[in-house]
């Protein structure tokens, strides 16, 4: 289809709605916004196993069913907000919500994603705080956990098939997950790294498409626009905060994750240490084992990892005011936590597309998606590890980390469910939700017996 290049560039906000679906290459229906609603609902409440189970999901979704986005759009928005502080999948799933219907599409597209887990989330921190820890609860994680591995595994296939596609790429992941899970190598220098690599690979042949033209001075004024709205919405409840004479713990919160929102490279895994040693031994907001567990609650409900934060806030101001202090720290901290990544999604959004389509720009961009699918290799080992075996523990060799699972505390139950789930995966090709709950409903029936 024939693409509109300056209009794509001149125009922002919901005016997208009516410009990008007759620009895409896609060839499924544009959907209604309400359809879009619908599946982003979907996503939403299936989006359990963090960003590799999250990014296949969405691909399987929004490219290969419904075919809203090409395979070249996908990879190109996923690189960019790889490069992005802040969880890439709420991120990506933002822009293709904004590709389809603009501001409004974008913003439903997130918040569904982020929504279903943070009332989870929610409703569970205040069980812990009341009650401590829920056999039956922890139970059915347990399943939802060994049927993570899989999809997890069933997402590094699918993305790595369309990601890698020559022998450079092949090497970029595989040294990216060398780099990143045996010598703890920094997200952003693997990505930097892959980037330069990309870039100085390519040829530019001093030519561009012809689709697609360079933006221009007033989408350059429609960003600046668009950012000063999200930092003043970003700083609105500090203002509201202070002016009423709120609780200092809740502008201690606001401050601290409005921070780490702008650092947090990498997702929820990058950050976790820095994390967890500020909330224990700096602010004392909570013990190592309740940091833990929050991110064990984290990992087993739907929605981003980074949402381990509205678990700490809460827990936070539980302990300091009780629970309308730990309801309002656990907003404040929502609130912070994504609000930036808004802000960086329709600020740039509508540069993807015409970086992509950049000789030189595009080299470096299929080279970070091939470091992506070694990230996403890294996490997915490092899930596996964690799950299966009760016992990890880092063993350094100078610079070289050895993640070493005690071979006597594997856990045989999650072990069974993983491989039924493979099963259910791999040879009967089943649902994801399905799978869930299946494993999880399998788990409950190994507790009462075992």
């Not at 799933?93 to 989870?120: D, N």
């Not at 347990?142 to 450079?168: D, F, P, Q, S, Y």
């Amino acid at each position: 289809m024939e693409k509109k290049s300056k209009q794509q560039f001149s125009q922002s906000g919901d005016s997208n709605a009516d410009k990008f679906p007759h620009e895409s290459d896609c060839s499924g229906l544009q959907p209604s916004l309400t359809q879009a609603f619908l599946v982003w609902l979907k996503i939403g409440l299936l989006s359990f196993g963090g960003p590799a189970a999250q990014i296949a999901l969405m691909h399987k979704i929004v490219v290969a069913e419904k075919k809203w986005l090409t395979e070249k759009q996908y990879l190109s928005a996923l690189s960019f907000c790889m490069l992005l502080p802040g969880p890439e999948a709420m991120q990506l799933a933002t822009y293709s919500g904004w590709k389809l219907h603009g501001v409004r599409g974008g913003l439903v597209a997130g918040l569904l994603f982020v929504v279903p887990g943070a009332l989870v989330v929610f409703i569970f921190a205040i069980i812990y705080s009341l009650y401590g820890k829920v056999g039956l609860v922890e139970t059915l994680f347990l399943g939802i956990k060994a049927a993570v591995i899989i999809v997890v595994i069933e997402a590094l296939l699918r993305v790595a098939k369309k990601a890698l596609t020559n022998a450079e790429h092949w090497a970029v992941a595989v040294l990216a997950f060398i780099m990143i899970f045996f010598f703890n190598v920094s997200f952003p220098l693997i990505i930097a790294a892959a980037a330069l690599y990309g870039f100085l690979r390519s040829k530019n042949h001093n030519t561009v498409s012809e689709h697609i033209a360079a933006p221009d001075a007033h989408q350059f004024r429609s960003t600046i626009s668009t950012v000063v709205v999200w930092l003043v919405l970003w700083v609105l409840p500090f203002i509201g905060l202070w002016t009423l004479g709120a609780h200092d713990l809740l502008l201690q919160v606001g401050a601290f994750f409005s921070q780490l929102a702008v650092v947090t490279f990498g997702g929820a895994y990058a950050v976790l240490a820095y994390l967890a040693q500020d909330m224990v031994t700096h602010y004392g907001w909570l013990t190592a084992g309740e940091m833990m567990d929050g991110l064990g609650l984290a990992e087993t409900t739907p929605g981003p990892l980074i949402l381990v934060t509205e678990f700490v806030a809460f827990l936070a101001g539980f302990k300091e005011g009780g629970f309308a202090l730990a309801a309002g720290a656990a907003l404040m901290t929502l609130w912070v936590t994504f609000i930036p990544c808004f802000l960086w999604i329709f600020a740039g959004a509508p540069y993807i597309d015409w970086l992509s389509d950049q000789p030189r720009l595009k080299g470096a961009m299929s080279a970070i998606t091939a470091a992506v699918v070694g990230v996403i290799l890294n996490l997915s080992v490092w899930f596996a590890l964690h799950v299966l075996f009760r016992q990890v523990e880092p063993i350094k060799h100078g610079l070289l980390t050895l993640w070493t699972p005690t071979l006597s505390s594997i856990d045989w139950r999650v072990a069974l469910l993983s491989v039924l789930c493979g099963i259910a995966a791999f040879i009967y090709h089943q649902s994801i939700a399905v799978i869930l709950v299946m494993s999880a409903l399998a788990a409950a029936l190994l507790s009462v017996f075992f």
